[in-house]
């Protein structure tokens, strides 16, 4: 199902996605892995992906979502795109989203519930991390300006626990937190190794202050701009030289907290060609790190 149905469908939408946003088919190819002529298929082709997603059980708008995701990670780093691809994967297997689908091809597995033993929520001794991590998403999905200052490339939240120093050691949410009609929706559970890019951005300014142990990523605009002058906030400014010959950012970064001189609670990723300007933000916990993009969106909110 994976090989026949999910791989095939996520190819052609993220390929029509990324030609939406202007990139050539060969470029396409290249980061798809997969040849030019292919890509021109897929680009032919009229809603195949969205029945290879049904026949499967998952919801056109879920598949275009998902999508969206694969594309902004491919652009980054197709490693990125691998761990995401991984994440949507098991988080459908964990919730039996293609369970009816698999059954009506085996009858035999009936009671087969493998995969949601496997794939699905279940309690550790970290679970109150997981929780932490998760109350702080639910306030963001309870919010109802906070969808205002979401980015394009949607928002994650990551949270180091006590003696991180890896990505595999911080809690993020698979999938990220994506725009659904107007409001904010997590599809999955909080999870360990769920991110690299923003989990990398948080060990960096780790490895400057120790103090800082969550992160949140959010749009970065002129109206965001005013909103950090209103509160007294002034984020480190990445030089955008620097960060348009290193798209993930890090290396930028890094160099920046090198001259930096006092607490940082904000950084301004500029952007590059074809990858959208960002804030992030960052706190002692995910939900103070919540609590400030809460107290931005307000702001944000507030003007004209």
Not at 53 to 82: C, Q
Request: charged share 20%.
């Amino acid at each position: 199902m994976m090989v026949d149905s999910f791989l095939p469908a996520m190819r052609e939408a993220v390929a029509k996605r990324l030609r939406e946003e202007g990139l050539s088919q060969g470029r396409i190819a290249s980061l798809l892995g997969v040849t030019q002529a292919s890509v021109s298929l897929y680009l032919r082709s009229e809603g195949r992906s969205a029945e290879l997603l049904r026949r499967i059980g998952i919801p056109e708008e879920e598949g275009l979502l998902f999508a969206s995701l694969l594309a902004e990670d491919l652009k980054k780093n197709p490693v990125y795109a691998v761990s995401t691809l991984y994440s949507l994967w098991s988080d459908a297997l964990g919730r039996g989203a293609m369970c009816h689908a698999h059954r009506s091809l085996y009858p035999q597995l009936a009671q087969c519930e493998v995969c949601i033993k496997t794939f699905g929520g279940h309690e550790t001794h970290s679970g109150d991390v997981i929780e932490h991590v998760a109350e702080a998403v639910r306030m963001v999905e309870a919010s109802s300006t906070f969808v205002r200052i979401m980015p394009e490339v949607s928002v994650n939240i990551a949270y180091a626990p006590e003696g991180a120093s890896s990505v595999q050691e911080i809690v993020a949410v698979p999938g990220r937190i994506v725009k659904v009609r107007g409001t904010v929706r997590s599809f999955m559970r909080p999870e360990y190794g769920a991110s690299t890019h923003v989990a990398n951005v948080l060990l960096a300014l780790m490895s400057y202050d120790r103090s800082i142990r969550a992160a949140m990523n959010v749009r970065y605009d002129q109206k965001v701009r005013r909103s950090l002058i209103k509160m007294k906030i002034r984020p480190l400014l990445l030089d955008e030289a620097s960060v348009k010959r290193d798209s993930e950012m890090i290396g930028p970064l890094r160099a920046a907290l090198k001259r930096a001189t006092g607490p940082v609670v904000g950084v301004i990723d500029p952007g590059a060609p074809g990858l959208e300007p960002g804030l992030y933000l960052f706190a002692h916990d995910a939900v103070k790190v919540v609590h400030l993009g809460l107290k931005v969106a307000l702001a944000y909110a507030a003007q004209p």
